[in-house]
């Protein structure tokens, strides 16, 4: 059962996937760029993210690593920095789901996400793709799927008892 979502926490695919798991109440982490550096500037602490301060190893490698599999959402195409994450998976031979943009609606890509979860009985899920200065749309698009996905995964709760009954008694 999936239990963290993993990025290095830059704008676009990967702040989506945080801010979905932030908004899901559900464990985040991951290593980002030296400094907390992203593309639009510096990466707030509210995300729970590593600083990588290795110089052999990338910040998207050590996610790759770290995490039990990886997402890697590109539009029609893969991009550089989705293209060397797939890579390193292979070359780590850990598995790995394509998500094409273009291709999946945000439902279908969270039901091929939830039964790639189920079937490689993944704890921790890497999720990398392009950031905004590349595709305008990664943010929304990644957040609708991580969302969904994360609703999936919640689990249960006991006979008997409702979310609203779980709600009420954990506040009272």
Not at 93 to 111: F, S
Request: charged share 15%; hydrophobic share 35%; with cysteine.
């Amino acid at each position: 059962m999936l239990k963290q979502i993993i990025c290095s926490g830059q704008a676009g695919s990967e702040r989506a996937a945080l801010d979905a798991a932030i908004g899901c109440n559900f464990d985040h982490g991951g290593f980002c760029l030296r400094g907390r550096l992203a593309e639009d500037g510096h990466i707030a602490q509210h995300y729970q993210l590593l600083s990588n301060e290795q110089e052999t190893i990338t910040s998207a490698q050590a996610n790759v690593e770290f995490s039990d599999a990886s997402a890697i959402f590109y539009p029609a195409s893969l991009l550089n920095l989705q293209e060397q994450v797939l890579l390193h998976c292979i070359s780590q031979q850990r598995p790995y789901k394509l998500i094409d943009m273009e291709a999946l609606t945000p439902a279908q890509a969270a039901g091929c996400l939830e039964g790639f979860i189920q079937a490689h009985t993944i704890e921790r899920l890497n999720i990398t793709g392009p950031t905004l200065n590349n595709t305008p749309t990664a943010y929304d698009y990644t957040y609708q799927v991580v969302r969904q996905l994360l609703h999936s995964c919640q689990p249960l709760p006991p006979p008997g008892q409702t979310t609203l009954t779980l709600r009420w008694n954990q506040n009272s």
